[in-house]
Protein backbone atom coordinates (compact mmCIF):
# COMPACT_ATOMS: atom_id res chain seq x y z
CA UNK A 1 0.00 0.00 0.00
CA UNK A 2 0.68 3.27 -0.38
CA UNK A 3 -0.26 6.86 0.33
CA UNK A 4 0.42 10.55 1.23
CA UNK A 5 0.15 10.66 5.10
CA UNK A 6 0.50 7.56 7.19
CA UNK A 7 -1.17 8.29 10.29
CA UNK A 8 -0.88 5.76 13.54
CA UNK A 9 -3.05 5.89 16.28
CA UNK A 10 -7.29 7.37 16.56
CA UNK A 11 -7.13 9.51 18.90
CA UNK A 12 -7.81 13.58 18.95
CA UNK A 13 -4.35 14.13 17.66
CA UNK A 14 -4.73 11.57 14.78
CA UNK A 15 -7.73 12.13 13.94
CA UNK A 16 -7.56 15.73 14.06
CA UNK A 17 -4.52 15.89 11.42
CA UNK A 18 -6.27 13.48 9.12
CA UNK A 19 -9.17 15.85 8.50
CA UNK A 20 -7.04 18.09 7.83
CA UNK A 21 -4.24 16.47 5.82
CA UNK A 22 -7.43 15.02 3.77
CA UNK A 23 -7.32 18.41 2.26
CA UNK A 24 -4.02 17.97 0.91
CA UNK A 25 -3.73 14.32 -0.39
CA UNK A 26 -4.19 10.53 0.32
CA UNK A 27 -4.60 9.61 3.99
CA UNK A 28 -4.30 6.17 5.34
CA UNK A 29 -4.85 5.91 9.23
CA UNK A 30 -4.66 2.56 11.31
CA UNK A 31 -5.04 1.89 14.81
CA UNK A 32 -5.05 -0.78 17.08
CA UNK A 33 -8.38 -1.54 18.05
CA UNK A 34 -11.88 0.31 17.12
CA UNK A 35 -11.05 3.58 15.76
CA UNK A 36 -12.57 5.50 19.17
CA UNK A 37 -10.47 3.00 21.48
CA UNK A 38 -8.12 6.03 23.09
CA UNK A 39 -6.72 8.03 25.75
CA UNK A 40 -8.49 10.63 24.10
CA UNK A 41 -12.17 8.75 24.47
CA UNK A 42 -11.38 8.77 28.81
CA UNK A 43 -10.87 12.30 29.14
CA UNK A 44 -13.40 13.73 31.77
CA UNK A 45 -12.11 17.13 32.80
CA UNK A 46 -12.11 19.22 29.72
CA UNK A 47 -9.85 21.25 27.87
CA UNK A 48 -8.08 24.89 28.69
CA UNK A 49 -8.18 27.82 26.49
CA UNK A 50 -8.24 31.43 27.06
CA UNK A 51 -12.08 32.12 26.17
CA UNK A 52 -13.07 34.34 29.00
CA UNK A 53 -12.74 38.41 28.93
CA UNK A 54 -11.30 37.83 32.56
CA UNK A 55 -8.23 35.54 31.33
CA UNK A 56 -5.45 36.39 29.21
CA UNK A 57 -2.81 34.30 26.90
CA UNK A 58 0.06 36.07 29.35
CA UNK A 59 -1.95 33.99 32.54
CA UNK A 60 -2.39 30.82 31.32
CA UNK A 61 1.07 30.73 29.78
CA UNK A 62 2.19 31.81 33.54
CA UNK A 63 0.06 29.07 35.23
CA UNK A 64 1.57 26.48 32.29
CA UNK A 65 4.91 27.66 33.23
CA UNK A 66 4.72 27.60 36.97
CA UNK A 67 2.98 23.80 37.27
CA UNK A 68 6.17 22.89 34.75
CA UNK A 69 8.47 24.24 37.07
CA UNK A 70 9.67 26.07 34.58
CA UNK A 71 11.11 23.47 32.49
CA UNK A 72 8.87 24.27 29.58
CA UNK A 73 9.81 25.10 26.46
CA UNK A 74 8.40 28.67 26.74
CA UNK A 75 8.19 28.99 23.05
CA UNK A 76 6.38 26.10 22.50
CA UNK A 77 4.06 26.88 25.04
CA UNK A 78 3.42 30.36 23.70
CA UNK A 79 2.94 28.96 20.42
CA UNK A 80 -0.15 26.99 22.35
CA UNK A 81 -2.18 29.55 24.28
CA UNK A 82 -1.77 32.05 21.18
CA UNK A 83 -3.78 29.06 19.23
CA UNK A 84 -5.86 27.58 21.84
CA UNK A 85 -9.15 29.80 21.14
CA UNK A 86 -9.36 29.06 17.90
CA UNK A 87 -9.14 25.46 18.34
CA UNK A 88 -11.62 25.51 20.43
CA UNK A 89 -13.80 27.25 17.91
CA UNK A 90 -12.57 24.53 15.37
CA UNK A 91 -13.60 21.71 17.51
CA UNK A 92 -17.44 23.78 17.97
CA UNK A 93 -17.03 24.27 14.34
CA UNK A 94 -16.92 20.25 13.72
CA UNK A 95 -19.91 20.05 16.16
CA UNK A 96 -18.68 19.56 19.40
CA UNK A 97 -21.23 20.70 21.67
CA UNK A 98 -19.59 22.42 24.92
CA UNK A 99 -21.82 22.74 28.15
CA UNK A 100 -23.24 26.14 27.89
CA UNK A 101 -25.10 29.01 29.95
CA UNK A 102 -27.11 31.70 28.63
CA UNK A 103 -25.85 30.67 24.83
CA UNK A 104 -22.16 31.09 26.14
CA UNK A 105 -19.59 28.17 26.88
CA UNK A 106 -19.36 27.53 30.76
CA UNK A 107 -15.70 27.78 32.08
CA UNK A 108 -14.39 25.74 35.19
CA UNK A 109 -11.16 25.76 37.11
CA UNK A 110 -9.08 23.08 37.73
CA UNK A 111 -5.85 22.89 39.89
CA UNK A 112 -3.12 25.24 38.94
CA UNK A 113 -5.55 27.62 37.03
CA UNK A 114 -5.34 30.85 38.52
CA UNK A 115 -8.49 31.57 35.92
CA UNK A 116 -11.59 29.61 34.66
CA UNK A 117 -10.34 28.58 31.46
CA UNK A 118 -11.75 25.11 30.82
CA UNK A 119 -14.38 24.10 28.39
CA UNK A 120 -16.25 20.84 28.99
CA UNK A 121 -18.86 18.67 28.15
CA UNK A 122 -20.18 16.87 31.37
CA UNK A 123 -17.82 14.86 32.91
CA UNK A 124 -17.11 12.94 29.49
CA UNK A 125 -15.79 15.54 27.25
CA UNK A 126 -13.03 13.69 25.39
CA UNK A 127 -15.93 11.07 24.67
CA UNK A 128 -17.65 14.07 23.23
CA UNK A 129 -14.97 15.15 21.15
CA UNK A 130 -13.52 11.63 19.95
CA UNK A 131 -17.49 10.77 18.62
CA UNK A 132 -17.37 14.37 16.69
CA UNK A 133 -13.98 13.62 15.15
CA UNK A 134 -14.60 10.24 14.26
CA UNK A 135 -18.09 11.18 12.59
CA UNK A 136 -16.10 13.13 10.76
CA UNK A 137 -13.40 11.11 9.83
CA UNK A 138 -15.48 8.43 8.47
CA UNK A 139 -17.40 10.94 6.30
CA UNK A 140 -13.78 11.92 4.34
CA UNK A 141 -13.51 10.30 0.95
CA UNK A 142 -9.50 10.67 0.98
CA UNK A 143 -9.36 8.96 4.43
CA UNK A 144 -8.92 4.98 4.69
CA UNK A 145 -9.34 3.87 7.91
CA UNK A 146 -8.04 0.45 9.24
CA UNK A 147 -9.15 -1.01 12.70
CA UNK A 148 -7.81 -3.59 14.27
CA UNK A 149 -4.50 -2.80 12.83
CA UNK A 150 -1.22 -2.77 14.45
CA UNK A 151 1.73 -0.73 13.82
CA UNK A 152 4.78 -2.71 14.16
CA UNK A 153 7.81 -1.27 12.92
CA UNK A 154 8.60 2.01 11.46
CA UNK A 155 10.19 1.22 7.97
CA UNK A 156 13.29 3.87 8.12
CA UNK A 157 16.77 3.61 6.34
CA UNK A 158 19.61 6.32 7.24
CA UNK A 159 17.37 8.26 9.14
CA UNK A 160 14.36 8.56 7.20
CA UNK A 161 10.98 7.40 7.31
CA UNK A 162 9.19 5.55 4.52
CA UNK A 163 6.16 4.22 6.48
CA UNK A 164 5.18 1.35 8.37
CA UNK A 165 4.39 -2.75 8.90
CA UNK A 166 1.40 -2.98 9.77
CA UNK A 167 -0.48 -6.45 11.24
CA UNK A 168 -4.19 -7.07 10.29
CA UNK A 169 -6.33 -9.88 9.70
CA UNK A 170 -3.26 -12.24 10.73
CA UNK A 171 -1.00 -10.91 8.26
CA UNK A 172 2.00 -8.15 8.05
CA UNK A 173 1.64 -5.19 5.45
CA UNK A 174 4.09 -2.55 4.80
CA UNK A 175 2.66 0.84 4.33
CA UNK A 176 4.62 3.46 2.36
CA UNK A 177 3.87 6.82 2.82
CA UNK A 178 5.46 10.29 1.88
CA UNK A 179 5.00 11.65 5.74
CA UNK A 180 4.13 9.33 8.85
CA UNK A 181 2.75 10.61 11.74
CA UNK A 182 3.22 8.90 14.79
CA UNK A 183 -0.17 9.75 17.25
CA UNK A 184 -0.19 6.67 19.44
CA UNK A 185 -1.07 8.60 22.77
CA UNK A 186 0.24 7.69 25.88
CA UNK A 187 2.31 4.32 27.78
CA UNK A 188 0.11 4.32 31.42
CA UNK A 189 0.16 0.48 30.49
CA UNK A 190 3.51 0.42 31.54
CA UNK A 191 2.53 0.73 35.37
CA UNK A 192 0.50 -1.78 37.35
CA UNK A 193 -1.37 1.10 38.11
CA UNK A 194 -3.27 3.15 35.41
CA UNK A 195 -6.05 5.17 34.17
CA UNK A 196 -5.26 4.28 31.01
CA UNK A 197 -7.41 2.12 28.61
CA UNK A 198 -5.14 -1.07 27.06
CA UNK A 199 -3.87 0.89 24.21
CA UNK A 200 -1.39 2.82 25.92
CA UNK A 201 1.77 0.26 25.94
CA UNK A 202 4.28 3.15 25.14
CA UNK A 203 4.42 1.55 20.93
CA UNK A 204 5.38 5.13 19.09
CA UNK A 205 8.06 5.96 21.69
CA UNK A 206 9.45 2.23 21.21
CA UNK A 207 8.68 2.22 17.33
CA UNK A 208 10.53 5.81 16.92
CA UNK A 209 13.37 5.09 19.13
CA UNK A 210 14.08 1.94 17.01
CA UNK A 211 14.84 3.91 13.97
CA UNK A 212 16.62 6.15 15.85
CA UNK A 213 14.44 8.87 16.85
CA UNK A 214 15.04 11.47 20.23
CA UNK A 215 12.88 11.14 22.97
CA UNK A 216 13.10 13.98 26.11
CA UNK A 217 11.95 14.19 29.40
CA UNK A 218 10.05 11.03 29.90
CA UNK A 219 11.31 10.67 33.19
CA UNK A 220 8.17 13.50 34.16
CA UNK A 221 5.11 10.74 34.52
CA UNK A 222 2.71 12.36 36.05
CA UNK A 223 0.34 10.05 38.72
CA UNK A 224 -2.91 10.96 39.12
CA UNK A 225 -4.25 10.86 42.85
CA UNK A 226 -7.04 9.23 42.27
CA UNK A 227 -8.07 5.76 41.13
CA UNK A 228 -10.92 3.63 41.88
CA UNK A 229 -8.78 0.80 43.60
CA UNK A 230 -11.39 -2.07 43.89
CA UNK A 231 -9.59 -5.57 43.25
CA UNK A 232 -11.78 -6.77 40.14
CA UNK A 233 -12.26 -3.35 38.04
CA UNK A 234 -9.76 -1.09 36.14
CA UNK A 235 -8.49 1.64 38.12
CA UNK A 236 -11.22 4.37 36.44
CA UNK A 237 -10.25 7.69 36.99
CA UNK A 238 -11.92 9.74 39.87
CA UNK A 239 -11.94 13.01 38.51
CA UNK A 240 -9.99 16.27 40.71
CA UNK A 241 -13.22 17.98 40.67
CA UNK A 242 -14.87 15.19 42.89
CA UNK A 243 -11.98 17.13 45.87
CA UNK A 244 -13.01 20.32 44.12
CA UNK A 245 -16.89 19.25 45.43
CA UNK A 246 -15.71 19.06 48.73
CA UNK A 247 -15.39 15.25 48.76
CA UNK A 248 -12.47 14.17 51.70
CA UNK A 249 -9.34 11.73 51.87
CA UNK A 250 -9.80 9.25 54.63
CA UNK A 251 -6.65 6.72 55.78
CA UNK A 252 -7.42 2.90 56.83
CA UNK A 253 -7.68 4.98 60.55
CA UNK A 254 -10.54 6.96 58.89
CA UNK A 255 -8.59 10.56 59.70
CA UNK A 256 -8.54 13.31 57.24
CA UNK A 257 -4.92 13.12 56.84
CA UNK A 258 -4.53 16.00 54.07
CA UNK A 259 -5.20 18.52 56.83
CA UNK A 260 -1.83 18.38 58.32
CA UNK A 261 0.15 17.80 55.00
CA UNK A 262 -0.65 20.30 53.02
CA UNK A 263 -2.35 24.32 53.41
CA UNK A 264 -4.75 23.67 50.62
CA UNK A 265 -5.34 20.06 52.16
CA UNK A 266 -7.14 18.08 49.55
CA UNK A 267 -6.86 20.70 46.77
CA UNK A 268 -2.75 20.53 47.00
CA UNK A 269 -1.46 20.53 44.19
CA UNK A 270 -1.64 16.75 42.27
CA UNK A 271 1.28 15.48 42.56
CA UNK A 272 1.53 16.24 46.33
CA UNK A 273 -1.91 14.56 46.65
CA UNK A 274 -0.62 11.83 45.26
CA UNK A 275 2.73 11.49 46.99
CA UNK A 276 0.78 12.23 50.40
CA UNK A 277 -1.90 9.05 49.36
CA UNK A 278 1.12 6.67 47.91
CA UNK A 279 2.48 6.78 51.51
CA UNK A 280 -0.79 6.33 53.39
CA UNK A 281 -2.06 3.45 50.61
CA UNK A 282 1.73 1.18 51.98
CA UNK A 283 -0.27 1.02 55.79
CA UNK A 284 -3.76 0.28 54.64
CA UNK A 285 -6.49 1.69 52.18
CA UNK A 286 -7.35 5.38 51.12
CA UNK A 287 -10.65 5.97 50.75
CA UNK A 288 -12.29 9.47 49.19
CA UNK A 289 -15.69 10.55 51.18
CA UNK A 290 -18.26 12.56 49.33
CA UNK A 291 -21.38 11.03 51.59
CA UNK A 292 -21.61 14.58 52.82
CA UNK A 293 -23.40 15.26 49.21
CA UNK A 294 -27.17 14.03 48.56
CA UNK A 295 -27.76 10.97 45.73
CA UNK A 296 -29.34 13.76 43.08
CA UNK A 297 -26.54 16.12 43.53
CA UNK A 298 -23.87 13.78 42.88
CA UNK A 299 -25.66 12.22 39.86
CA UNK A 300 -26.57 15.65 38.36
CA UNK A 301 -22.82 16.61 38.89
CA UNK A 302 -20.86 13.35 38.19
CA UNK A 303 -23.60 11.62 35.86
CA UNK A 304 -20.94 9.07 34.28
CA UNK A 305 -18.81 8.61 37.57
CA UNK A 306 -21.87 7.66 39.41
CA UNK A 307 -22.92 5.23 36.76
CA UNK A 308 -19.51 3.81 36.84
CA UNK A 309 -18.86 3.46 40.21
CA UNK A 310 -22.51 2.00 40.73
CA UNK A 311 -21.38 -0.53 38.21
CA UNK A 312 -19.04 -1.36 40.25
CA UNK A 313 -21.39 -1.39 43.45
CA UNK A 314 -20.32 1.83 45.15
CA UNK A 315 -22.92 4.23 45.68
CA UNK A 316 -21.01 7.84 46.38
CA UNK A 317 -23.21 8.98 48.16
CA UNK A 318 -23.33 6.62 50.46
CA UNK A 319 -20.02 4.54 50.71
CA UNK A 320 -16.57 5.65 50.61
CA UNK A 321 -14.65 4.86 47.71
CA UNK A 322 -11.53 3.15 47.80
CA UNK A 323 -8.66 5.00 45.39
CA UNK A 324 -5.35 4.75 44.48
CA UNK A 325 -2.69 7.01 42.56
CA UNK A 326 -2.17 5.95 39.48
CA UNK A 327 -0.04 6.18 36.36
CA UNK A 328 -2.14 8.92 34.09
CA UNK A 329 0.30 11.13 31.55
CA UNK A 330 3.52 11.09 29.63
CA UNK A 331 4.48 14.76 29.89
CA UNK A 332 7.59 13.79 27.61
CA UNK A 333 7.86 11.86 24.80
CA UNK A 334 9.47 11.62 21.17
CA UNK A 335 11.20 15.04 20.69
CA UNK A 336 9.39 17.29 18.20
CA UNK A 337 10.16 21.08 17.06
CA UNK A 338 6.56 22.78 17.07
CA UNK A 339 6.38 21.70 13.38
CA UNK A 340 6.14 18.18 15.04
CA UNK A 341 9.20 17.61 13.02
CA UNK A 342 11.25 14.53 14.94
CA UNK A 343 15.10 14.27 14.03
CA UNK A 344 14.14 11.38 11.50
CA UNK A 345 12.85 12.98 8.05
CA UNK A 346 9.36 12.62 7.20
CA UNK A 347 8.47 11.10 10.75
CA UNK A 348 6.29 13.39 12.54
CA UNK A 349 4.60 13.01 16.02
CA UNK A 350 1.83 14.49 17.73
CA UNK A 351 -0.10 14.28 20.81
CA UNK A 352 0.43 12.65 24.19
CA UNK A 353 3.74 10.21 22.39
CA UNK A 354 5.72 13.94 21.79
CA UNK A 355 7.70 16.08 23.23
CA UNK A 356 7.37 19.69 22.40
CA UNK A 357 8.20 20.98 25.55
CA UNK A 358 4.93 22.66 26.66
CA UNK A 359 4.37 20.42 29.94
CA UNK A 360 7.85 20.84 31.28
CA UNK A 361 8.46 18.86 34.42
CA UNK A 362 4.69 18.38 35.06
CA UNK A 363 1.46 19.07 32.73
CA UNK A 364 -0.80 21.94 33.75
CA UNK A 365 -4.21 19.93 34.06
CA UNK A 366 -6.52 20.10 30.81
CA UNK A 367 -3.82 20.80 28.86
CA UNK A 368 -2.70 17.55 27.37
CA UNK A 369 -5.97 17.84 24.38
CA UNK A 370 -5.43 21.18 23.39
CA UNK A 371 -1.57 20.57 22.88
CA UNK A 372 -2.81 17.39 20.86
CA UNK A 373 -5.49 20.15 19.07
CA UNK A 374 -3.39 22.76 18.62
CA UNK A 375 -0.20 20.84 17.68
CA UNK A 376 -1.87 18.88 14.84
CA UNK A 377 -3.50 21.66 13.41
CA UNK A 378 -0.84 24.04 13.04
CA UNK A 379 1.53 21.68 11.08
CA UNK A 380 -0.43 20.57 8.17
CA UNK A 381 0.35 24.38 6.84
CA UNK A 382 4.30 23.23 6.60
CA UNK A 383 3.46 20.04 5.28
CA UNK A 384 3.46 19.11 1.42
CA UNK A 385 2.65 16.24 -0.46
CA UNK A 386 5.26 14.61 -3.13
CA UNK A 387 4.27 13.00 -6.38
CA UNK A 388 6.65 9.83 -5.68
CA UNK A 389 7.16 7.57 -3.12
CA UNK A 390 9.61 5.73 -3.12
CA UNK A 391 9.28 1.76 -2.15
CA UNK A 392 12.04 -0.32 -0.24
CA UNK A 393 12.24 -3.65 0.31
CA UNK A 394 11.58 -5.23 3.42
CA UNK A 395 11.46 -8.42 5.39
CA UNK A 396 8.08 -9.22 6.83
CA UNK A 397 8.19 -11.22 10.36
CA UNK A 398 6.33 -14.54 10.68
CA UNK A 399 3.30 -13.99 12.81
CA UNK A 400 3.26 -16.16 16.05
CA UNK A 401 -0.29 -17.69 17.03
CA UNK A 402 -2.22 -15.77 19.53
CA UNK A 403 -2.03 -18.81 21.66
CA UNK A 404 1.60 -19.78 21.23
CA UNK A 405 3.81 -20.61 24.42
CA UNK A 406 5.75 -16.88 23.10
CA UNK A 407 2.58 -15.33 23.26
CA UNK A 408 1.64 -16.16 26.83
CA UNK A 409 5.14 -15.66 27.57
CA UNK A 410 4.92 -11.85 26.49
CA UNK A 411 1.84 -11.73 28.71
CA UNK A 412 3.31 -12.81 31.63
CA UNK A 413 6.39 -9.88 31.00
CA UNK A 414 3.93 -7.01 30.23
CA UNK A 415 2.80 -7.72 34.11
CA UNK A 416 6.33 -8.45 35.13
CA UNK A 417 7.30 -5.27 33.66
CA UNK A 418 4.03 -2.69 35.02
CA UNK A 419 5.18 -4.26 38.75
CA UNK A 420 9.36 -3.07 38.32
CA UNK A 421 7.89 0.23 36.93
CA UNK A 422 5.27 0.60 39.67
CA UNK A 423 8.33 -0.55 42.70
CA UNK A 424 10.75 1.54 41.03
CA UNK A 425 9.86 4.17 38.69
CA UNK A 426 6.53 5.12 40.16
CA UNK A 427 5.64 7.86 42.65
CA UNK A 428 8.81 7.97 44.38
CA UNK A 429 12.30 6.78 42.80
CA UNK A 430 15.48 5.57 43.79
CA UNK A 431 17.78 6.14 41.65
CA UNK A 432 20.33 3.68 43.28
CA UNK A 433 17.46 0.69 43.26
CA UNK A 434 16.55 1.81 39.40
CA UNK A 435 20.41 0.97 38.17
CA UNK A 436 20.64 -2.02 40.43
CA UNK A 437 17.33 -3.39 40.33
CA UNK A 438 14.77 -2.31 37.74
CA UNK A 439 17.50 -1.57 34.34
CA UNK A 440 19.02 -5.10 34.74
CA UNK A 441 15.42 -6.81 35.25
CA UNK A 442 14.09 -4.84 32.60
CA UNK A 443 17.00 -5.50 30.30
CA UNK A 444 16.75 -8.86 30.53
CA UNK A 445 13.26 -8.91 29.43
CA UNK A 446 13.87 -6.75 26.73
CA UNK A 447 16.79 -9.25 25.54
CA UNK A 448 14.49 -12.24 25.81
CA UNK A 449 11.37 -10.73 24.20
CA UNK A 450 14.01 -9.57 20.85
CA UNK A 451 14.62 -13.05 20.60
CA UNK A 452 11.60 -13.83 20.03
CA UNK A 453 11.84 -14.60 16.22
CA UNK A 454 7.86 -14.64 15.10
CA UNK A 455 5.80 -12.08 16.63
CA UNK A 456 2.48 -10.94 17.28
CA UNK A 457 0.62 -7.91 18.56
CA UNK A 458 1.00 -9.43 22.33
CA UNK A 459 4.50 -10.14 21.69
CA UNK A 460 5.17 -6.65 20.47
CA UNK A 461 3.69 -4.75 22.49
CA UNK A 462 5.54 -6.43 25.68
CA UNK A 463 8.95 -5.25 23.78
CA UNK A 464 7.66 -2.04 23.28
CA UNK A 465 6.77 -1.53 27.28
CA UNK A 466 9.67 -3.20 28.00
CA UNK A 467 11.77 -0.28 25.89
CA UNK A 468 9.51 2.21 26.51
CA UNK A 469 10.66 1.56 30.36
CA UNK A 470 14.28 1.65 29.82
CA UNK A 471 13.96 5.07 28.49
CA UNK A 472 12.35 6.34 31.33
CA UNK A 473 14.71 4.55 33.69
CA UNK A 474 17.16 5.64 32.22
CA UNK A 475 16.01 9.35 31.94
CA UNK A 476 15.34 9.11 35.64
CA UNK A 477 18.81 8.12 36.75
CA UNK A 478 19.95 11.16 34.91
CA UNK A 479 18.11 13.63 36.89
CA UNK A 480 19.66 13.53 40.22
CA UNK A 481 17.32 16.04 42.34
CA UNK A 482 13.34 15.90 41.89
CA UNK A 483 11.72 17.94 39.66
CA UNK A 484 7.74 18.38 38.97
CA UNK A 485 6.18 15.24 38.70
CA UNK A 486 9.87 13.34 39.50
CA UNK A 487 10.41 12.53 42.98
CA UNK A 488 13.82 10.99 44.28
CA UNK A 489 13.77 9.79 47.48
C1 LIG B 1 -8.81 8.87 32.33
C2 LIG B 1 -8.18 10.03 31.63
C3 LIG B 1 -8.68 11.32 31.80
C4 LIG B 1 -8.09 12.40 31.14
N1 LIG B 1 -8.64 13.65 31.28
C5 LIG B 1 -8.13 14.69 30.57
C6 LIG B 1 -8.74 15.97 30.58
O1 LIG B 1 -9.77 16.17 31.22
N2 LIG B 1 -8.16 16.96 29.86
C7 LIG B 1 -7.03 16.79 29.12
O2 LIG B 1 -6.55 17.74 28.49
N3 LIG B 1 -6.44 15.57 29.08
C8 LIG B 1 -6.96 14.53 29.76
N4 LIG B 1 -6.37 13.29 29.70
C9 LIG B 1 -5.21 13.12 28.82
C10 LIG B 1 -5.66 13.11 27.36
O3 LIG B 1 -6.86 12.37 27.27
C11 LIG B 1 -4.63 12.47 26.44
O4 LIG B 1 -3.37 13.02 26.67
C12 LIG B 1 -4.99 12.73 24.98
O5 LIG B 1 -6.30 12.29 24.74
C13 LIG B 1 -4.01 12.01 24.06
O6 LIG B 1 -4.49 12.09 22.74
P1 LIG B 1 -3.63 11.41 21.60
O7 LIG B 1 -4.33 11.69 20.32
O8 LIG B 1 -2.23 11.83 21.71
O9 LIG B 1 -3.64 9.85 21.95
P2 LIG B 1 -4.82 8.82 22.29
O10 LIG B 1 -6.10 9.50 22.45
O11 LIG B 1 -4.36 7.95 23.38
O12 LIG B 1 -4.86 7.94 20.96
C14 LIG B 1 -3.81 7.06 20.64
C15 LIG B 1 -4.25 6.18 19.50
O13 LIG B 1 -3.15 5.43 18.99
C16 LIG B 1 -3.53 4.07 18.79
N5 LIG B 1 -2.32 3.25 18.85
C17 LIG B 1 -1.41 3.16 19.84
N6 LIG B 1 -0.42 2.31 19.49
C18 LIG B 1 -0.71 1.86 18.24
C19 LIG B 1 -0.08 0.96 17.34
N7 LIG B 1 1.07 0.32 17.63
N8 LIG B 1 -0.67 0.71 16.14
C20 LIG B 1 -1.85 1.32 15.81
N9 LIG B 1 -2.49 2.18 16.64
C21 LIG B 1 -1.92 2.46 17.83
C22 LIG B 1 -4.51 3.82 19.94
O14 LIG B 1 -5.28 2.68 19.71
C23 LIG B 1 -5.30 5.14 19.89
O15 LIG B 1 -6.26 5.10 18.88
C24 LIG B 1 -6.95 12.20 30.33
C25 LIG B 1 -6.45 10.92 30.17
C26 LIG B 1 -7.05 9.83 30.79
C27 LIG B 1 -6.50 8.46 30.59
Redesign the pocket.
Known sequence: MQTNFLI?????????FALHAAKKGEVIL????K??????????????AVLDKHDSAKNHIADTLEAGEYHNNKKAVEFMVKNSTESIYRLIELGVSFTKENDKLKLTK?GGHNKRR?A?VGDY??QEI?QILVKRVKEHLNITILEN????NLIAKNKICYGAQ?IRKNKIDNIFADQTII????L?QIYEN????L???G??IA?ASRIGAKTEDLEFIQF?PSALAKKTSPR??I?ETVRGEGAHLINSKKERFMNNRHPLKELAPRNIVAREIFKEVKTGPVFLDITNKSEDYLKNRFPKIFEKLLKYGINMSKDLIPITPAA??SCGGIKTDIYGRTNIKNLFA?????CTGVHGANRL????????LVF?NQIIKQLKTKKTLQVLTIDRPKISPINSKKTKFAKKMKKEIQKIMWKHAGIVRNLKEINSIAIPKIQKITTTLQKTQNTN?TI??AL?MAQASLIILSSATKRKNSLGCHTVS
Open positions: IGSGISGLNVTKKLIDSNTNYAQGGIAEIYTGEAFALIATGGGTTNPIATDGMHFLSHYFGEVAASNSLLEASQAEN
